[in-house]
C-alpha cells in the first residue's frame, strides 16, 4: 500500500481497541483489572494462568521486575491471548516526547513491543501523546494509552483545572487515548465512550500507610463512575489469590451491569 493507505490501516487498528476492552468486559462478565504489582515474572505469569478466566486487563509495572527477559514477557503475551485480557503496563510516562519515545521503545523492556496499554501524564503537555502515538505505529498490533487524570492517592495535585486541560489532550488524541484513570466520571466534549479505570479499590481498607485511599468496588463503580476497577493488593495479599479475584470479579460486574442498565 501507498503510505496514505498505509496510515489509514495502521489508524484505524486504534479504535477497536476501545471496543475491545467492551467486548472482553461482555463476554468474561469481568470489569477486573488485577494490578499484578510482584517483583518475579515468573509468579505473575504462574498467576496469570490462576486468574486469567476473571479478569479483563493485567497491570503490571515491569521496572519492579528481578527477572524480566523478553522471553517471559512474551510467554505472559501468550497467556493473555489464550485467557483473552489486555498487558496494561502502567509505566506512568512523564517526560518531554523525545525521551519517552525512547522509554516506550528500547532499552530492557521495550514495552511498546508487548504492552497493549501503558499510563500517561498530561503533566509535560501533549508532545508526549504524539510521540508515543507515533512511537506505537512501528509495530504491527492495536495499541493505546489511559491518560492520568486524576490519582487515588492524598495530597495528588490533580486539580479542576489540570483535569479538563487532560481531557482536552484526550479528545486531541483520541485515537490513542482510550480512556483516563480517574477517581471520578470526567465530562468530555465528544461522544466517545472512553474507558474510565479507577485505582484504589479494597473491599476491606480504607487506606494503606503511604497515602494510598480505597474505596469499594461498587462505590468506585456506581458512585464514581469507573468502567473498570484496578486492584492489587486487596488481591494479592489475600489468603487465597484465586478467590479473591473472583470476589472483586463479580463485585465490579454487577455494579458495571447496574450501571450501564
Ligand atoms: N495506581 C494507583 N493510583 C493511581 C494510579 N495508579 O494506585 O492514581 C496504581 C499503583 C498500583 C495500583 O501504581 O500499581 O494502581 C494500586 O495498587 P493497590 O491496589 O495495591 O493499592
Redesign the pocket.
Known sequence: PNVDEKRTVVKSNYLPIREHIRTIIEEKKSNLCL?A?LTNLDEIIELSKQVGDYICLL?I?CDILNDFTMEKIRQLKTISKEKNFLLFE?RKFADIGNTVSLQYTKGLSQICEWADLVTVHALPGDGILKALEESSKEVGEPRGCFL?AQ???KGALTDEKYVKATVQYAEKYQNFVIGF?AQSRLSTSSNIDYIHCT????INSSE?KFG?QYISPAEAVLQRGADVI?????I?ESNDRVQTAKLYQTEGYKAYQQKRQ
Not at 230 to 234: H, M
Request: negative net charge.
Open positions: 494490578s504489582d497491570k509495572h502502567d492520568l490519582m487515588s492517592s484513570i485505582p484504589g479499590v479494597h494503606d494510598q484496578i486492584c492489587g493488593r486487596a494479592l
